[in-house]
Structure formats: structure tokens, C-alpha cells
């Protein structure tokens, strides 16, 4: 089974600020997907930024972004100018090609501060 | 939202009632996927189906059963409901050709 980390329970951000939550996994699999869900209060789960491992260039949506290191097995998520509404868990997951089912990590739970 | 919807969103029971979650998508996915979500743990693959009738197991089958007798709904049962199955339960669908998986709403379940 593929194994999904993130380290960081919990991070608190300042409105405006940027911040960068870790991800970490271990396949054996040379091609694969990776994500960024969030989940606000509401419980609903979101796709903000997936990522292709074969594509060497890093996803981009918007404020999103991702740094996506395939040797490390790395796949950070970078929230720029933070608002409010960023609040929220985030999770990072995995799919292996030709698979389709997610593996996610526990989650960071992420609180924008006035 | 793909248009998933799942019913109930709320329900409490007791130990050993049979309990069935219903999951309904509308825009004709092929692949019907259930989850669940529990502190610590991020969510977990129960079951999953790639087609009418056409179902598999996941991470955390273990006393759950599904069935899928038509595209667009996808039942969770729980044959004898355990405190342990105590969670909330997401349904979601797979966007084909970008592999992207869209979610319900979620049931939050309670086992008493």
C-alpha cells in the first residue's frame, strides 16, 4: 500500500502571509497523481491542486502552488497572500495510475489569523 | 460539486441494526468510490465499484458491504452496526481521463 505523511498537525498563518504545508509519501511507482484537498467547517472535501508526477514543472492554481520534488518524494503545498477563508484541514493524496483510488495523509489543520 | 448527493447526512443507531448509506451522482461516472473519515486517520478506501454490479474492496472493508444495481447510486450497508464504525462517510466519483475524484457531501454516523 502506498504511505502518505504529513507532519504537521496543526499551523496558524497571519492573514496575507504565505505558508507552506509539508507532504511526504512512498511509492514504488514512477507514474502516479498527486493532490491537495481542502476540507473547511462545512466537511465538504475540495480539489485545490493536483499534480502529475511525469510533468517536471510545478502545479499552479491561483494563490496555490506546489513544489513537487519526485526523488524526494516530496509535495509541498504553498498558500500565498492568506485570507480567512483558507481556514481549513488540508490533505494530501495520492493515486496511483490505472488505480484510481485515493490514499490520503492525516491532514494539517490550517487557521488564518486575523 | 459533480452532483453527488448522499443520504442520510445524519444518523444515529444503535449496535447491531442494519444500516444503509446512500450515495447518487448525476452525471453518469463510471467509477463510485466510499470512504471514511476519522481523526488521525485522514480518510480510508472501503469499497469502490468501476461499474454496475462491478465492485471491489478497500483499505477498510471489513463489515461493510456495497452494491451498485444502477449507474447513478451506490449503497454502503452495514450489516450489524458496530461503535466502531462510528465516522462520517463520504461517497465520491471519479472524473475520468484527468483522474480526478469529486466528493459528496458526507453522512456523519453514529453508533450508540
Known amino acids: 500500500a502506498q504511505t502518505v505523511t504529513q507532519s504537521q498537525p496543526e499551523m496558524s498563518v497571519q492573514e496575507a502571509e504565505t505558508v507552506t504545508l509539508s507532504c511526504t509519501y512512498d511509492?514504488?511507482?514512477?507514474?502516479?497523481?498527486l493532490f491537495w484537498y481542502k476540507q473547511p467547517p462545512s466537511r465538504q472535501m475540495i480539489l485545490v491542486i493536483r499534480q502529475e508526477a511525469y510533468k517536471q514543472q510545478n502545479a499552479t492554481e491561483n494563490r496555490f502552488s506546489v513544489n513537487f520534488q519526485k526523488a524526494a518524494k516530496s509535495f509541498s503545498l504553498k498558500i500565498s497572500d492568506s485570507q480567512l477563508g483558507d481556514t481549513a484541514m488540508y490533505f494530501c493524496?495520492?493515486?496511483?495510475?490505472?488505480?484510481?483510488?485515493?490514499?490520503f495523509g492525516t491532514g494539517t489543520r490550517l487557521t488564518v489569523i486575523p | 460539486d459533480a452532483g453527488i448527493t448522499q443520504s442520510p447526512r445524519h444518523k444515529v443507531t444503535e449496535t447491531g441494526t442494519p444500516v444503509t448509506l446512500r450515495c447518487h451522482q448525476t452525471e453518469n461516472h463510471r467509477y463510485m468510490y466510499w470512504y471514511r473519515q476519522d481523526p488521525g486517520h485522514g480518510l480510508r478506501l472501503i469499497h469502490y465499484s468501476y461499474g454496475v454490479k462491478d465492485t471491489d474492496k478497500g483499505e477498510v472493508s471489513d463489515g461493510y458491504s456495497v452494491s451498485r444495481s444502477k449507474t447513478e447510486d451506490f449503497l454502503l450497508t452495514l450489516e450489524s452496526a458496530t461503535s466502531s464504525q462510528t465516522s462520517v462517510y463520504f461517497c465520491?466519483?471519479?472524473?475520468?481521463?484527468?483522474?480526478?475524484?469529486?466528493f459528496g457531501p458526507g453522512t456523519r454516523l453514529t453508533v450508540l
Open positions: 493524496a495520492f493515486m496511483k495510475t490505472g488505480a484510481n483510488n485515493l490514499f
Open positions: 465520491a466519483t471519479l472524473l475520468a481521463g484527468v483522474n480526478e475524484q469529486f
Open positions: 511509492t514504488s511507482e514512477n507514474n502516479y497523481y
